[in-house]
């Protein structure tokens, strides 16, 4: 059993059927860590793309290199809030989505929240996506 195994217990209910590419819930130990809603530009607040599938790979980026600052890695997360713009557009590209998530975050899949609403602050932003971590305690 690794570290992580031990801190992070996925919430599966008997009987119930498997949640597919996020979880029902999570119990964790260790120090919260609360990230904003990131959005899909680069560190200078400049979007590279339109596209919804390049704007969310970036969001994730970002989300990884905010929770590097604290010492967390993409497993540590245990809750995403995910708001996009066209809900048609995010189930339309799934797998897209699915290879542009795995490609940052791996097989690590944590409870997950997707909400489509009417606009973002930044007019360019198709999605904003929120995290929460938690830092396994060490010794």
Known sequence: MTTQQALFKHLQP????PA?????????????????????????QVFESDDLV???KQTLENIREILAVAGAKPEHVVR??????????YTARLREVGEAYRSVFGRHF???????????????????????????KTG
Do not use: H, R
């Open 54 to 56: 390049d704007q969310i």
């Open 14 to 17: 008997e009987g119930w059927k």
């Open 80 to 89: 995403l809030t995910w708001y996009v713009v066209d809900k048609k557009d």
């Open 110 to 136: 944590p409870s997950m929240t997707m909400i489509q609403v009417a606009d973002l602050v930044e007019d360019q932003a198709k999605v904003e996506i929120e995290a929460t971590a938690v830092l396994p």
């Open 20 to 44: 597919s590419g996020y979880a029902n819930g999570i119990m964790a130990e260790g120090t919260p860590i609360f990230l904003g809603g990131q959005i899909g530009w680069n560190a200078q």
